[in-house]
């Protein structure tokens, strides 16, 4: 009988911490306390594999397309975004977390690939928040995991990311006709107002948690207007 063994633990900025656990072959990471069940685990990441697939194969043809990921999570969408781009791209992963950093360069990065090896990946131990204002123009796609959406958030230093300032911010990082991609637990028509405030064209994309049934999760892609 499969059973939660805690791995580790690694502390959150507002307080408490996040947890790695081993549940049977597969990993699970979960708030301490068990506040809102699993964040996220190994086998049910179609949505995270969406994220880095959809942006990157859009921007895959531009000459050394550099791309930033905002949340490492489980490596799921740094894999795919690797695996959607060419041998000259960068592709820039911030974690505000070390301890999720080190999680990935052991046993749990053998689940996505160990795509924390790959030469074209950059990890940065860093607020994807503070890394964006260093950014000018120099982005063909921003991609953000760090919570649970707009509208799902469990930490309260993620909400300026999500604010019409914050919106802002990513689109002074990204290139002429960036891409930002942002997922979500779930859909949020302010959300995507807020996006259209920021200047960015934005829609709605229903991704399955989980092969091509079940829970459905939201990605918004946003391509940035005409200044």
């Given at each position: 009988m499969k059973r939660y063994v805690l791995l580790d633990t690694t502390p959150l900025p507002d307080g408490g911490a996040l947890c790695l656990f081993e549940y049977g072959e597969d990993f699970v990471i979960k708030l301490e306390g068990g506040k809102g069940g699993q964040l996220m685990n190994t086998r049910t990441h179609g949505s995270e594999d969406a994220l880095g697939r959809i942006p990157c194969q859009r921007v895959a043809s531009r000459p050394g397309p550099r791309v930033l990921i905002g949340g490492l999570g489980m490596g799921f969408t740094l894999a795919a975004a690797l695996e959607n781009l060419g041998p000259h791209a960068e592709v820039i992963v911030a974690e505000?977390?070390?301890?999720?950093?080190?999680?990935?360069?052991?046993?749990?990065?053998?689940?996505?690939?160990?795509?924390?090896?790959?030469?074209?990946?950059?990890?940065?131990?860093?607020?994807?928040?503070?890394?964006?204002?260093?950014?000018?123009?120099?982005?063909?796609?921003?991609?953000?995991?760090?919570?649970?959406?707009?509208?799902?958030?469990?930490?309260?230093?993620?909400?300026?990311?999500?604010s019409v300032a914050g919106l802002r911010s990513c689109g002074r990082a990204l290139r002429a006709d960036g891409i930002l991609a942002v997922w979500s637990a779930?859909?949020?028509?302010?959300?995507?107002?807020?996006?259209?405030?920021?200047?960015f064209n934005a829609e709605e994309v229903k991704v399955y948690a989980h092969g091509n049934r079940g829970t459905r999760h939201t990605i918004w892609l946003a391509q940035r207007t005409a200044s």
């Amino acid at each position: 009988m499969k059973r939660y063994v805690l791995l580790d633990t690694t502390p959150l900025p507002d307080g408490g911490a996040l947890c790695l656990f081993e549940y049977g072959e597969d990993f699970v990471i979960k708030l301490e306390g068990g506040k809102g069940g699993q964040l996220m685990n190994t086998r049910t990441h179609g949505s995270e594999d969406a994220l880095g697939r959809i942006p990157c194969q859009r921007v895959a043809s531009r000459p050394g397309p550099r791309v930033l990921i905002g949340g490492l999570g489980m490596g799921f969408t740094l894999a795919a975004a690797l695996e959607n781009l060419g041998p000259h791209a960068e592709v820039i992963v911030a974690e505000l977390l070390p301890g999720v950093i080190e999680w990935n360069r052991g046993p749990l990065g053998e689940k996505a690939g160990n795509p924390l090896q790959d030469p074209r990946t950059q990890v940065v131990n860093a607020d994807v928040a503070e890394l964006l204002k260093s950014e000018a123009g120099g982005l063909d796609a921003i991609m953000l995991d760090i919570d649970n959406g707009p509208e799902g958030l469990t930490q309260s230093a993620n909400s300026w990311l999500y604010s019409v300032a914050g919106l802002r911010s990513c689109g002074r990082a990204l290139r002429a006709d960036g891409i930002l991609a942002v997922w979500s637990a779930s859909a949020d028509q302010r959300f995507t107002n807020d996006l259209r405030k920021a200047g960015f064209n934005a829609e709605e994309v229903k991704v399955y948690a989980h092969g091509n049934r079940g829970t459905r999760h939201t990605i918004w892609l946003a391509q940035r207007t005409a200044s």
